[in-house]
């Protein structure tokens, strides 16, 4: 068992406290590292390593900077089968998810190391003779990332990449149920010749780790992924400071199958939408609100499709679900599966934890379906955890009028044959991502990501937009007439 300490300044160092916390597998228990405990000590001393490294870093051209992210996925390509079991055991996902969440960190940093060569500016006609009008885009300065543990590579890579590229150094909080998986991408960063200080990673609580960052005056910009709960602290903790805060936090999402749909192909996108990663995904797909004519059958399919799936050891590639994340984690889920049964929803199937010889060290739940009424609370507030809320309507007017009425916004999906209610639908959902035939998760790193509502503050990460939360646009005159001009003064 590895001991770590923090990463700061391109060294692994003890916390202040000398206190240390243990990551361990959600499915066996098993002690697989130990962190230090940081604290504020330990933030003001990653700050200064990244205000010491900022200038030197943003002077390193961009292309180049790009490079070394490039070189990353590269090494991460290469140990992907290691990284992705080291995933699913400190997480607690399905092997085939736990590879496909390093995937996607790869997918993304190819993608993002390209801005090294892009970086885009405006150019514009100036309203003045023999003067020049332009932009750029300049790094913020030292930024705060704190992300959570469910893709514990995939979304840390999301918001180091656009940060890294655009010239900025970092200080950052990683999830404390996956303090491992930061390490080593930290370690794969260093690798692909990351500069010392540039990248500083303090483990330990939100209160004494978290909140030190977001309050730090020399912190310039946030970016957060969590909880409402948190995220909106988080904001108003920054916002009083005049920072820039980017949210990404709950979802509540929808699936509507209207009647003329494949309901095969509903049916398995549901599955894999509900029950993948246990159902912790803020895109999992928590609410099937089914057209009347094809309720029957469809919930019938699924039921039996369910019952079928296979729980247990997540190294297994026969396994379908694995472990949720945590104790907490887990009596979260099952205060909500007591909920539904207390407000008249009838559990079709699982609702229970799972025990005997290979479930008794870690923290398994039966995929669950309960058939439910719409302003239930287990269709109203994100349980992040293998429950799926069935609810019946009667045309589509009712499926959008349902699917909207939830404070959250972040993913969507209709299926459907009818090309007109699939466009009506990509115009009247009100999330930041809509499928057509396609469950609700699945983002492509290409494209930009994020919700509205509860969901977010209108900050979208991946794709074009990804680099807008670490920019600042500088815009820029060269007057080249060899006179004063005086805009909007006629002489």
């Known amino acids: 068992m590895k001991e770590y300490g923090l990463y700061i300044d391109g060294r692994w160092v003890p916390s202040a406290s000398g206190r240390s916390f243990a990551t361990t597998s959600p499915a066996t228990g098993e002690v697989l590292a130990t962190f230090g405990e940081g604290g504020r000590e330990d933030v003001e001393k990653a700050f200064k390593a990244a205000s010491k490294a900022r200038m030197k870093w943003r002077s390193f051209p961009a292309p180049k900077r790009g490079q070394i992210l490039l070189n990353a996925a590269s090494i991460m390509a290469r140990r992907k089968e290691e990284l992705g079991a080291l995933v699913t055991r400190e997480m607690g996902k399905v092997i085939a998810e736990g590879k496909g969440d390093v995937q996607e960190a790869i997918d993304f940093l190819e993608y993002i190391a390209g801005e090294g060569r892009r970086l885009l500016g405006e150019t514009t006609p100036s309203e003045l003779p023999r003067k020049f009008c332009m932009t750029v885009r300049q790094p913020v300065g030292v930024v705060g990332l704190i992300t959570p543990w469910n893709f514990p590579f ?230 992040f955890g293998p429950v799926l809320s069935v609810i019946k309507v009667q045309d589509y007017e009712e499926a959008v009028q349902v699917a909207n009425d939830v404070e959250y916004g972040l993913s969507s999906s209709i299926y459907t044959r009818d090309l007109n209610l699939a466009f009506r639908a990509i115009d009247e959902l009100e999330a930041g991502v809509t499928y057509i035939n396609a469950p609700t998760i699945g983002a492509e790193v290409h494209l930009p990501f994020g919700g509205v509502k509860n969901t977010g503050n209108g900050a979208k990460e991946a794709g074009s937009t990804a680099i807008e939360e670490f920019t600042e646009i500088k815009t820029v005159f060269i007057d080249y007439s060899g006179r004063l001009q005086k805009a909007q003064i006629v002489e």
């Open 154 to 383: 995939a979304v840390p890579c999301w918001k180091l990449g656009p940060a890294l590229v655009s010239g900025n150094t970092v200080v950052y909080k990683p999830a404390s149920l996956t303090p491992l998986c930061a390490a080593t991408l930290a370690e794969i960063l260093e690798e692909a010749g990351l500069p010392p200080g540039v990248l500083n990673l303090v483990t330990g609580p939100a209160g004494r780790v978290g909140v030190p960052i977001v309050e730090h005056p020399g912190i310039k910009a946030i970016s957060f992924t969590g909880s409402v709960a948190s995220g909106k602290d988080v904001y108003t903790r920054a916002s009083a400071m005049l920072k820039r805060v980017a949210l990404e936090m709950g979802g509540k999402n929808p699936q509507i199958v209207m009647d003329d749909a494949d309901l095969s192909l509903a049916v398995e996108g549901v599955l894999f939408g509900a029950f993948g990663t246990a159902g912790q995904r803020c895109t999992a797909t928590s609410r099937l609100i089914l057209h009347e004519e094809i309720y029957d059958e469809t919930l019938e399919r699924l039921l039996s499709r369910t019952r079928s799936l296979k729980v247990g050891d997540p190294l297994d590639p026969e396994t379908d679900v694995g472990p949720v994340s945590s104790p907490d984690q887990e009596t979260k889920i099952l205060r909500y599966i007591q909920t539904g049964k207390e407000e008249g929803a009838k559990l079709l199937t699982g609702g229970k934890k799972l025990i005997g010889d290979a479930y008794d060290k870690g923290f398994f739940i039966e995929p669950t379906i309960f058939e439910a009424r719409h302003g239930m609370k287990i269709t109203k507030e994100e349980i």
